[in-house]
């Protein structure tokens, strides 16, 4: 082992290797790896039900994993109880002891491990002062507000000097403006006693504000590792894009390295390595597309369609010539009709590889027109070389897929899980009960939670054996 490798080990004080979760009804956690560096703010982001709240019980110790194991400091703690390792956990809901004062909730860890009293004392003045509290180790806690409950569950969390702090979500109660500033206070206390924050947060703002780097987790999976500015300038999927802040995400063509079409326009860009005439997704954040007072300067055209104050920009919305629709940020106010000229710097367009170009699922013939897949039997265009039973790759085009206002009218049911506009149309996520996907490119506008029928023409099923 090199130095270089050594001294990168000894900066880890947490590392999950293939860690994996599941509950009776769903998988949660899916063969996570991830490393923490000592000292170092570090935030799980991502929706409700990604797994990041199990992924920090896990590292507390009370949730185990499936398979996977969790180290700290080089050792295996998987089978250490939460009590005996060195961290300690503020939740959202603060659990304080009602019958204690703010000083004896503090404390109260303290005493449990026969802390000497001086020693006590000295401790939860210190945390007192750090949390602002100096004043109030008297109080009952529940005369406290909300941000002032917090601080005093953040104190007795760190009065035990553990080496690493995690924080499920502990300013979602808080009202908007003491979250901002509990934000910047949480990011004070860790600059100053230099120990490891683990926080989970589904706020994108709330992850760009506080960490060093932000972990972005989706269906159990992680997603994108990486610092604020990365994360946000440099997303690696779709799902990144449109979860981290405000994206204009649209299909696009890497025409060669330096060069990229998308909007009806081709532009050029700093991405390489992509090949020639390959699809990908197109990332353009809405303060990237420049308004050119001057139109000589402008690489394209749109006309405004909306421009809304939001307190320090506008949001405007523009179709393009080409028949797309762009979000645009600007100090400037543009009237609802009027023609504007558009340029995006080469630095600010940024390419993703496509997750994927079609639908592709297994099946198995039932006929030489019919074919069963996606928990349903669909007709197919007949097929003389394939017949009952044999196992098929079925392929379908995303705008192929036919999606019904009553569910029931379709072979099967299903429910739009997400969906991305791309300036254009929707991309959406839809699902049957089984969790399978199905992928749809459509005009017409849905809701998440929509339950959907759905119908494949014959002639948009592409069949092949599968083992060809």
């Given at each position: ?295 000589s300067k402008a690489e394209f055209f749109g006309t405004v369609t909306s421009c809304t104050?939001?307190g320090v920009f506008y949001q405007i919305f523009v179709n393009t010539e080409t028949g ?72 379908v085009e995303f705008d192929a897929v036919d999606l019904l206002d009553y569910a029931e ?60």
């Amino acid at each position: 082992m090199n130095e270089n490798t050594t001294t990168s080990q000894q900066d880890v004080i947490i590392r999950l290797d293939h860690v994996s979760k599941s509950f009776p009804d769903k998988k949660v956690l899916d063969d996570i790896s991830l490393e923490i560096k000592r000292g170092e703010f570090v935030t799980l982001l991502g929706p409700s039900g990604c797994g990041k709240t199990t992924t920090l019980r896990i590292i507390a110790g009370f949730c185990a994993a499936d398979e996977g194991a969790v180290m700290m400091d080089g050792e295996d703690i998987s089978s250490i109880p939460p009590h005996r390792r060195p961290l300690n956990t503020v939740f959202q809901r603060y659990a304080l002891f009602p019958h204690l004062d703010v000083y004896d909730n503090i404390a109260f860890g303290l005493k449990l491990k026969g802390v000497d009293s001086d020693e006590i004392d000295t401790r939860v003045r210190k945390m007192l002062k750090l949390v602002s509290m100096t004043d109030y180790e008297d109080r009952d806690v529940e005369s406290l507000s909300g941000g002032q409950q917090q601080r005093v569950a953040i104190a007795r969390a760190l009065v035990n000097y553990p080496k690493v702090l995690l924080l499920d979500e502990p300013l979602a109660a808080l009202d908007y403006k003491m979250r901002k500033d509990m934000q910047i206070e949480l990011k004070e206390m860790h600059q100053k006693l230099g120990i490891t924050f683990v926080y989970v947060t589904h706020d994108q703002e709330e992850a760009l504000t506080l960490s060093d780097r932000i972990v972005v987790m989706n269906e159990g999976c992680i997603q994108q590792i990486g610092t604020p500015t990365d994360i946000y300038n440099e997303p690696q999927n779709e799902f990144v894009a449109d979860f981290i802040g405000e994206s204009n995400i649209l299909n696009g063509t890497m025409v060669k390295d330096g060069r990229v079409s998308f909007l009806g326009y081709e532009f050029d860009g700093v991405d390489e390595g992509f090949g020639e005439n390959v699809p990908v997704d197109v990332v353009v954040r809405p303060e990237d597309v420049e308004i050119r007072r001057d139109q000589s300067k402008a690489e394209f055209f749109g006309t405004v369609t909306s421009c809304t104050f939001k307190g320090v920009f506008y949001q405007i919305f523009v179709n393009t010539e080409t028949g797309f629709e762009l979000m645009a940020q600007n100090y400037r106010k543009y009237d609802v009709g009027e023609r504007v000229g558009m340029q995006i710097q080469p630095a600010n367009i940024q390419v993703m590889h496509k997750s994927r170009l079609r639908n592709v699922f297994e099946g198995e013939m039932v006929d030489e027109t019919s074919v069963s897949f996606l928990d349903g039997e669909f007709e197919c265009s007949a097929q003389q070389d394939l017949k009952a039973g044999d196992k098929v790759r079925v392929e379908v085009e995303f705008d192929a897929v036919d999606l019904l206002d009553y569910a029931e009218e379709g072979v099967v049911q299903a429910e739009v899980y997400s969906l991305i506009y791309k300036g254009d149309h929707y991309h959406l996520d839809v699902r049957l009960d089984s969790g399978i996907h199905i992928y749809v490119d459509t005009q017409d506008v849905w809701d998440k939670g929509d339950l959907v029928g759905i119908n494949i023409r014959p002639e948009d099923i592409k069949l092949s054996r599968l083992n060809d």
